[in-house]
């Protein structure tokens, strides 16, 4: 256990007896030490250094209650830091001086999720800028909520918050309302962070609030090209530059399953007949094999090998590009970057690829979610029995 001790002590800035002398505490945690002002000032002639305040017939004598009052709650945090933390530093408490009134149980949740995610150095760039949206989400909804106030009661108006428009004075929305499975993602993720806080021994653990909230996705249906289709967008002719990029890479995401946030490939990443590359998202290294088609869009490989595949671009710029490519292949579908590794999942499944094949291509962690589309390829097969006659 640390060794620690608090003593209130003054000083002058204009030599012995000036009117401006102030008090301050020394903080010792162990072998390190801080200087924290009283914000109380007085003359030194008459402050008991052995005490620690001001003399009885001193005219600053009433300031002593205030040095008393600020001295005990710094010993307050110290001694609650001993039973929570058992080991801390100097710093931990200079940390913890600062936050609102000098109590923990002041700290925001939002303040509180800022400091962990510094310390997630391991997680996806993907990963990060969700935790930072739903960091946008709260500031939006209740900025300086405390850890200890998030109860059921928070979690039901929070996600209502999240499924509903927000309009300003002049009926223009700022917010648009998002669908249950979205509001649960950043419900998901709040969670982790509660979590950590009750490890963390910032929330007890029987005021946990998820306890009794289950997040419950709604079922999707997700849409996806049949294989003609894809042929249609590979047929396509005449096309502008940037439409004919935009269609190498579609077409090249329905034949590997790739993410978008992972077509930033290099040709060295190419080795044989297969791309070999760490996924961004689950941060894990996968070998995706190179069918024809999928070659047959990339072209010959380069002899610059650090050259990217594709050139870049945002995801919204693409999926935006993607409508054009629609409308030439007359195909009536909003088409996303997304939908098509949904196409790759179902046109693997249908032709007798494993389930955990790809789960492995897609870099899906749960073979839950892969389990979707082996859902999709049934429907797909019993619509199509029903056509079928003898």
């Not at 109380?40 to 005490?51: I, Q, W, Y």
């Not at 990217?308 to 909003?334: C, G, V, W």
Request: net charge positive; aromatic share 10%; proline share 4%.
């Amino acid at each position: 256990m640390p060794v620690f001790s608090v003593k209130s002590f003054i000083r002058s800035k204009k030599g012995w007896g000036g009117k401006k002398d102030k008090v301050y505490f020394r903080v010792l945690v162990s072998s390190g030490k801080k200087r924290y002002s009283a914000n109380v000032e007085g003359d030194a002639r008459f402050f008991n250094p052995k005490t620690g305040e001001f003399k009885s017939h001193s005219p600053d004598v009433g300031k002593n209650v205030t040095i008393q009052q600020k001295k005990g709650d710094i010993l307050k945090i110290l001694n609650r830091m001993e039973l929570e933390m058992g080991e801390f530093t100097i710093h931990d408490f200079h940390k913890n001086y600062y936050r609102k009134d000098g109590d923990a149980a002041d700290e925001t949740l939002v303040d509180f999720i800022k400091d962990e995610i510094k310390l997630r150095t391991k997680s996806s760039t993907r990963t990060i800028q969700i935790y930072k949206t739903t960091i946008m989400h709260l500031e939006g909804f209740r900025k300086s909520v405390k850890i200890v106030q998030v109860d059921f009661d928070f979690l039901t108006r929070f996600h209502a918050y999240l499924m509903t428009a927000k309009y300003d004075k002049s009926g223009e929305m700022t917010k648009p309302p998002m669908i249950n499975n979205t509001a649960n993602m950043y419900l998901k993720k709040l969670r982790v962070f509660i979590r950590l806080a009750i490890n963390k021994k910032k929330m007890a653990e029987a005021d946990y609030p998820f306890r009794f909230y289950p997040l419950k996705d709604d079922p999707t249906w997700r849409d996806f090209l049949e294989e003609q289709q894809v042929h249609t967008i590979m047929n396509l002719e005449n096309l502008k530059p940037y439409q004919e990029e935009t269609r190498r890479r579609f077409v090249f995401q329905c034949y590997t399953g790739l993410r978008f946030s992972d077509l930033n490939i290099k040709w060295s990443e190419i080795r044989g007949e297969s791309i070999i590359r760490p996924m961004i998202k689950v941060n894990e290294t996968v070998s995706i094999p190179i069918v024809p088609n999928a070659r047959k869009v990339i072209g010959p490989t380069p002899e610059d090998l650090n050259q990217r595949i594709f050139k870049p671009i945002t995801n919204q710029k693409y999926n935006e590009f993607l409508k054009e490519i629609a409308t030439l292949a007359k195909i009536d579908l909003n088409l996303t970057s997304h939908m098509a590794r949904h196409t790759f999942a179902t046109l693997a499944l249908t032709y007798g690829m494993s389930i955990e094949t790809v789960q492995t291509i897609l870099g899906q962690k749960s073979v839950k979610t892969t389990q979707i589309y082996a859902k999709i390829v049934n429907k797909k097969i019993e619509a199509e029995m029903k056509r079928f006659t003898l």
